[in-house]
């Protein structure tokens, strides 16, 4: 270990703990679908209405969640989230042995466990910046991301196995295994914020909190072309995601536990592009580091829909190893840059914001990836949803990003901030 794992400890409890839910989250990804495939028979749209409602909260509680976090402590807040989706998916296999799993609760779940991850990463974007010093968030969002996709990796090859040896509904044991370990790293933080500042300004309504925080994307150029990709990026990404398993077992022919270890080895992208974006905006920029990682490396997502039996099976993880790469590598700049250039009292509104629209479109994805994959067939499908994936980066490319060197890094005063954001 070096630098801040080795320095600072609450940091250190922080990434055990985040590291251990993103493990889950991808043994989720995984035993979920194989859970309504093999399990329920699910169709193919059933198995996208799954994918969307994991992220259907998002639209629906977003907005208010951005401004409950600005106004609270955001450590008791991700204590709650993490508890809450222990009990929910430690429930599943339960329900299974009691022969009283269906889709409907699947589902429920599903959203459930979405609302959660709502509350847990809004309040997590935010609280990052209270614990590490300004010098220190590079290093700290690198990390963090790129144990993220390690931790994603073993998670999907886990998940294929334990699929595989034990059956998918035991997979979710696992998860909830992970909320547990993020429960107690998270209880051994010793770090305890400060009150949220009162900004001197009379109180205002939840409403007109949310507001601020929509007219902080729509208002400043570099935050609406930031969302705005975001959320088409995000509409094609979930479109072909919500897919791929069912693609890989039933178009390509893989079994359960083949199927998490081409998602593993793909996902090794993630951990190449953490590792390198830092070197890279050094090198070229943060705005041009951010085109290259989202407009180039994505274009090899186009792979994807050739897989085929056999040796064929590894097109597919050249394909998702590029989009990896790209979207992990475009993210810590994205997530280092809103963390600089946002008045702090403002970040959880922003985050909300700018997710209410990013991951408003993963549902949608989902979803019309479910109603291609039904009306057309899987192929056609996965053609129309990963071509999505390098045609949504021409947003960046006609807009401020590709007419400058970095991003912009000031830190305006939150006064001055408040009353540009209010018109």
């Known amino acids: 270990m070096s630098g801040l794992l080795r320095r600072h400890r609450d940091f250190r409890l922080l990434w055990c703990g985040e590291t251990a839910g993103r493990f889950g989250a991808a043994v989720t990804g995984v035993a979920m679908p194989l859970v309504a495939v093999s399990v329920l028979h699910a169709s193919t749209f059933e198995v996208g209405l799954l994918g969307a409602c994991g992220w259907l909260p998002w639209l629906l509680i977003g907005l208010p969640v951005g401004a409950w976090v600005d106004r609270l402590r955001r450590r008791p807040l991700m204590l709650g989230s993490a508890a809450l989706s222990l009990v929910l998916l430690a429930a599943v296999p339960l329900l299974a042995r009691s022969g009283r799993l269906g889709l409907g609760p699947l589902l429920a779940v599903a959203l459930l466990t979405g609302a959660a991850a ?23 969002n690198a990390k963090l991301h790129g144990s993220a996709s390690a931790a994603q990796i073993a998670g ?53 909190e949310v ?17 705005l990709f975001g959320a088409t990026s995000n509409l094609a990404l979930m479109g072909y995601q919500s897919l791929l398993t069912v693609f890989l077992v039933r178009e390509v022919g893989l079994a359960p ?3 998490g270890g081409l998602l593993a080895l793909a996902g090794t992208g993630g951990i190449a592009g953490a590792f390198v974006v830092r070197r890279t905006a050094g090198r070229l920029g943060t705005a041009r580091a951010m085109l290259l990682c989202e407009l180039g490396i994505p274009g090899t997502a186009l792979l994807i829909p050739l897989a085929s039996p056999g040796a064929g099976a590894l097109l597919c993880v050249a394909g998702g190893f590029g989009v990896s790469a790209g979207v992990v590598a475009g993210n810590i700049l994205k997530v280092g840059f809103q963390q600089g250039y946002c008045p702090p009292p403002l970040l959880g509104r922003l985050v909300a914001g700018s997710a209410f629209l990013n991951y408003g479109t993963l549902p949608l994805g989902a979803l019309l990836g479910g109603a291609l994959g039904s009306a057309l067939g899987l192929r056609a499908a996965m053609w129309i949803t990963t071509a999505g994936v390098p045609l949504a980066a021409l947003i960046l490319l006609f807009s401020p990003v590709r007419t400058v060197r970095d991003l912009p890094t000031r830190r305006a005063a939150p006064e001055a901030a408040a009353q540009a954001v209010g018109g």
């Open 118 to 140: 709502v509350v847990f990463q809004t309040a997590y974007s935010a609280y990052l910046p209270t614990l590490l010093a300004p010098a220190d968030l590079p290093e700290g």
């Open 156 to 208: 999907q090859g886990a998940g294929g196995l334990i699929a595989q040896l034990a059956g998918a509904v035991n997979g979710l044991f696992a998860h909830a295994a992970t909320f547990l370990v993020a429960l107690l790293c998270l209880l051994g933080i010793r770090h305890r914020e400060p009150p949220p500042e009162a900004s001197g300004r009379p109180a205002r309504s939840l409403t007109g």
């Open 211 to 227: 507001a601020e925080g929509l007219r902080l994307v729509a208002g400043d150029r570099w935050f609406r072309t930031l969302t």
């Open 257 to 259: 536990g083949a199927v």
